[in-house]
């Protein structure tokens, strides 16, 4: 028998001997075979009976049914079936290379140097890229990012993200120990999330989070068993976080559960907006008078496109609130590669800072992250240069700062048509998209239409947003998958599109809602 030792036999979980002595082999008694299945009668040992009732819990829209139809759509284009439209155009999500966004040519040279360091000797690469390069090498075990990294991130690049997120904050001190190379931000926030993961009943962990969310929350929070508490932003207040909404949320869910995380999203997703920093500042004392453990998510900070908007990091409003607020209000910050000028959603890399927490606890989460290993070595190289870019002087300096401020300007000229267009149709209405890379406008569905949903077992807007996909072939996602306030009805979209197919996009949609509403009315 291959794959098994001679004279032994596998069965499920355990191994009986079988005897060779004799011209016969008599097998041992064997125990009882427990009864194969779930409980659904399908005999298999893992079923929809069986299945972690937490994994079936989770959603997440961004890849949800509108994706799987768009990409069943597609393949049907191909196969030369005709449709209303020749192709799909997909702004259902914030990938900014798939929708043509061209790399950062001086963070794609660091990355091959790290990954052929025989290119190392080639004149066609900067002395810059290259003096990178070879630093981040010799962190590397064997001079290879094929190597695993200590679990923590290579120390060279956390010492990078220190020093860059101390000049980002005006000095604030960061240390490189605080410091967490991940997966993406989505990998940090969900290993902070385990830790915090306590209790039954009443006892269990209450996570708030704002509503409208990215479903990376609500998903994680299902998986892992904790209690998801809404918290409401103000739309007509432009998506501002209201303090006096956060008490009534918290007042709330303790009827229930133990609230103990608090999570914000600045820039919004998929809202758009930027907080101010009183806002913060507010967001910062809640959190350290009821005693919540804050996530700040912050991977759009470079992404701010209205003038009267300034990031503002958590840690440097925590810092400037003075020490009292400072050495308590326990806080993990995210950031990462995926968004920003950069795009460079498949490299995966990320990083989150975190500060005030217990040693021994933070004993655990290293425990907890070395069973990961490490986070995949190019992607901390491609964090390294978010962080660590050309300087002033150096000779890639130009050119970077040159596709840098394209990229970032091109994004602030889509989100003002965008909003601009959305405006203009009627029965829609969106907020100033002030950051990020979505826009997220209200749309009014007539009560024929929610009828007609509600018969085909859908919620309104994913009703909406599945007769848009059929009809124009535009992928977008319906707000019921991010959240909102009851009786409200919005989808989002991302602006990454060529300028001109983003155009074709908003004048399709403005077509299609106007029919949509002359149809259902």
């Known amino acids: 028998m291959y794959g098994l030792r001679r004279g032994w036999v596998a069965c499920g979980s355990w191994a009986a001997r079988l005897s060779t ?33 937490h ?26 079936a005709q449709k209303p439209f020749r192709e799909i155009i997909k702004a ?40 990178r390069a070879q630093r981040i090498l010799q962190d590397c075990g064997g001079y290879s990012i094929g190597s695993y990294s200590a679990s923590q991130g290579l120390r060279c690049i956390r010492e990078d993200i220190a020093k860059y997120v101390e000049s980002r904050d005006g000095g604030v001190p960061a240390d490189p120990d605080n410091i967490y190379i991940t997966t993406g931000a989505s990998d940090g926030i969900t290993c902070v999330l385990k830790l915090l993961m306590n209790g039954e009943g009443r006892m269990r962990t209450g996570v708030m989070i704002p509503i409208p969310q990215y479903p990376l929350y609500s998903a994680a929070i299902s998986e892992l068993g904790a209690v998801q508490v809404n918290y409401y932003l103000d739309e007509d207040n432009n998506w501002a976080l209201d303090k006096s909404e956060l008490r009534r949320s918290l007042d709330k869910a303790r009827e229930y559960c133990f609230p103990k995380v608090l999570c914000v999203i600045n820039p919004g997703n998929p809202t758009g907006q930027v907080q101010s920093k009183k806002c913060i500042e507010d967001v910062i004392r809640f959190a350290y008078e009821e005693k919540l453990f804050l996530l700040a998510d912050e991977v759009y900070q470079e992404n701010i496109y209205a003038e009267d908007c300034e990031f503002h990091s958590f840690k440097k409003v925590l810092h400037e609130m003075g020490a009292e607020y400072f050495n308590t209000v326990e806080l993990a910050s995210f950031h990462s590669t995926s968004k920003g000028y950069t795009g460079e959603c498949g490299l995966r890399g990320g990083y989150m800072e975190v500060i005030n927490m217990d040693l021994e606890v933070k004993a655990h989460f290293e425990k907890l992250l070395s069973v990961r290993l490490c986070s995949p070595v190019p992607g901390q190289v491609a964090m390294d240069v978010v962080v660590n870019p050309p300087m002033p002087g150096e000779e890639s300096y130009t050119t970077f700062q040159t596709e840098k401020m394209m990229v970032l300007q091109n994004l602030a000229e889509k989100a ?58 535009i992928c977008v996602v319906p707000g019921s998958g991010f959240g909102q306030r009851e009786g409200t009805h919005h989808f989002r979209m991302t602006i990454l599109l060529p300028i001109e197919k983003l155009k074709v996009l908003l004048q399709n949609v403005k077509d299609f809602h106007t029919k949509f509403l002359q149809k259902y009315s």
């Open 55 to 80: 994994v079936r819990a989770a959603e997440y829209a961004v890849r949800g049914p509108i994706v799987i139809k768009a990409a069943q759509l597609e393949r049907e284009l191909q196969q030369g």
């Open 21 to 53: 002595v004799g011209t016969r082999s008599a097998v041992k008694e064997l125990p009882a075979v427990p009864v194969r299945g779930g409980g659904s009668g399908s005999g298999r040992v893992l079923d929809m009976g069986s299945l972690n009732p």
């Open 416 to 473: 003002r048509l965008s909003e601009e267009v959305l405006n203009t149709i009627s029965g829609m209405h969106c907020n100033p998209l002030q950051g990020a890379m979505y826009a997220f406008p209200r749309i009014f569905i007539p009560s024929n239409a929610i009828k007609e949903a509600q018969a085909s077992g859908m919620a309104p807007d994913m009703f909406y947003c599945m007769k848009l996909l059929e009809e124009t072939g």
């Open 92 to 131: 259902n999500i914030g990938d900014a290379h798939a929708m043509g966004q061209q790399p950062i040519t001086f963070l794609r040279q660091v990355v091959a140097l790290c990954t052929c360091p025989e290119l190392i000797e080639s004149p066609d690469f900067p002395a810059d890229a290259k003096e």
